[in-house]
């Protein structure tokens, strides 16, 4: 799956066949590498629909009974690695992941990780939104998610059922999402999940496992409401919380990243979201700039560049062109 570094979301995809080599190959090529078999007794139909938006893959699959694995072989082979979850609209499924086994029914989301082995099992034909993302958009640690993969996560979850109308609508009206529209959904939605499955691993860990996921919420809910500081730094953020400086390098060490790293990433989403809404165009760029942050015109536009593939003046004049393509 290839990551956008524009304002605009990737043209959406659709995909029907009644092979289900072909749907190997179409499933593989559109998540991560896998194996599929077919269970349909030689009837077997699958259809897809996608869209990768700001780096995030929404799907809609309908397919008759089949199973697909994710074998320690293709895990080797992949360059990049997701979290996926599962949203069960029709029909039942079973999840295998970490020596667990989830009962997937409508209603019900599911999270996996591609970087371990996983089977998914559809005995009856099914209907499911299907979500991929870069394992690093979200609060819980691999570790924390570890706690939670093949489980079930069911409507009678308060999130579960705020989140599943949003996924539900979204995955069936991707013509809806242009532009800037279509990056701020995405990050609400990114940050719905996030919180989904931070109160999932919190529920679901040791004692010691809750206090260090605490800890990084604290950290991270810190450094989003402080964003706008020049002077927010790893000593500012430990002195914040009480640790030390090498602990809170660590802690994100563990995750696959540093700080530093994570604090000019929330800052350039952040004025990506400005730069791209129309309510903001009065707003000079080093003024978004400097509210987030970046006092330094100049080292700002070198960071957003390579941060984003592109300089802030073309980011916004791409914003603007699809803002008034989805208007007029």
């Known amino acids: 799956m290839a990551a956008p570094n524009s304002a605009t979301a990737l043209p959406p995809v659709a995909f029907a066949t009644e092979s289900v080599l072909a749907w190997q190959r179409v499933v593989s090529s559109s998540f991560v590498p896998l194996v599929a078999d077919d269970l349909s007794d030689g009837h077997f139909a699958g259809t897809i629909r996608g869209r990768v938006i700001d780096g995030v893959f929404f799907s809609r699959l309908r397919v008759t ?7 320690p072989a293709l895990i080797e082979a ?44 559809f005995a009856d034909p099914m209907d499911a939104v299907v979500i991929m993302f870069p394992r690093d958009l979200i609060d819980p640690s691999p570790d924390h998610v570890r706690a939670i993969t093949a489980i079930s996560l069911g409507p009678e979850e308060s999130l579960t059922r705020l989140v599943t109308p949003l996924l539900t609508e979204i995955s069936t009206d991707f013509a809806s999402l242009e532009g800037p529209t279509a990056t701020r959904v995405v990050r609400t939605t990114v940050e719905l999940i996030s919180a989904l499955l931070s109160t999932a691993a919190l529920a679901r860990t040791a004692e010691s496992d809750r206090e260090h996921l605490s800890l990084m919420l604290r950290i991270r ?12 730094n790893p000593d500012a953020v430990a002195g914040a919380v009480y640790i030390s400086t090498r602990h809170l390098h660590d802690l994100f060490h563990q995750q696959g990243t540093t700080v530093s790293a994570w604090i000019r990433e929330q800052r350039i989403e952040a004025i990506r979201g400005e730069l791209g809404n129309p309510m903001y165009t009065h707003r000079a760029i080093a003024e978004i700039a400097a509210s987030w942050g970046y006092p330094d015109a100049s080292h700002f536009s070198r ?13 916004r004049r791409a914003a603007t062109r699809d803002q008034r393509s989805a208007t007029g």
């Open 65 to 71: 009974p089949h199973e697909v694995h994710r074998t």
């Open 221 to 232: 809910e810190f450094i989003l409401a402080n964003l706008g500081d020049s002077e927010l």
């Open 303 to 315: 960071t957003f560049r390579q941060q984003v593939g592109m300089s802030p003046s073309a980011f």
């Open 78 to 121: 992949s360059e990049r690695l997701f979290y996926k979850i599962t949203l069960m609209v029709e029909g039942t499924g079973e999840l295998v992941q970490d020596h667990r086994s989830a009962l997937m029914l409508p209603g019900s989301i599911s999270v996996y990780d591609t970087a371990r082995p996983y089977a998914l099992r």
